[in-house]
């Protein structure tokens, strides 16, 4: 049996109605786009928002921690300008440091050329880096003490700084300032 296959619908009915259906679908569609497009960007934008806030806490930290570094090297630098201050202060005084081992051989040299009776009372180093001999003697004969200091190599310059008499001990007592060689 055969069948007959028709519609009592009008043709543009039924092309209304097909525009109709694509017309919604299409609707439907874009508006299940829009959608998934607002749930990725919600997923995103929090996803992004864990991701930088538990970054910039790490970078926070590390600012924190390098603060505290540099708070902790202030202390350092101060302490470094303070003695780099010193140093400039003592500096002239250190460069004419002497070695006080050469200075008593020098000044035991002294006592044992010297014709007559010669005590060396004290040493000192001067601000000018010279050195300082305090001495009592009988007789009195300073160019004999500058020629026998003066006979060391090592000696620039002897320069007499005082000489007085010690009524008491009959005796004169002699400031000497010793100038050595800058080798020295």
Do not use: C, W
Not at 41 to 58: C, G, K, P, Q, W
Not at 135 to 156: A, E, G, P, R, T
């Amino acid at each position: 049996m055969e069948r007959f296959h028709f519609n009592l619908l009008h043709k543009t009915f039924i092309d209304q109605e097909r525009v109709k259906n694509v017309k919604f679908f299409s609707l439907l569609q874009g508006i299940l786009l829009l959608l998934i497009f607002a749930v990725i960007a919600v997923i995103l934008t929090y996803l992004e928002i864990f991701v930088l806030n538990s970054r910039l806490d790490i970078v926070k930290n590390e600012i924190k921690n390098l603060k505290n570094e540099i708070n902790s090297q202030k202390d350092m630098i101060i302490l470094k300008k303070n003695l780099k201050t010193k140093m400039d202060v003592l500096n002239p005084f250190v460069d004419f440091d002497i070695n006080l081992t050469k200075l008593i051989k020098k000044a035991n040299r002294l006592v044992d050329n010297y014709v007559g009776d010669i005590q060396i009372s004290s040493y000192s180093r001067e601000s000018d880096g010279s050195l300082g001999v305090i001495m009592f003697v009988n007789n009195i004969d300073i160019n004999q003490i500058k020629k026998i200091l003066l006979s060391d190599k090592d000696v620039k310059d002897v320069f007499v700084r005082n000489v007085t008499f010690n009524d008491k001990e009959n005796k004169y007592s002699i400031v000497l300032r010793i100038f050595l060689n800058d080798e020295n």
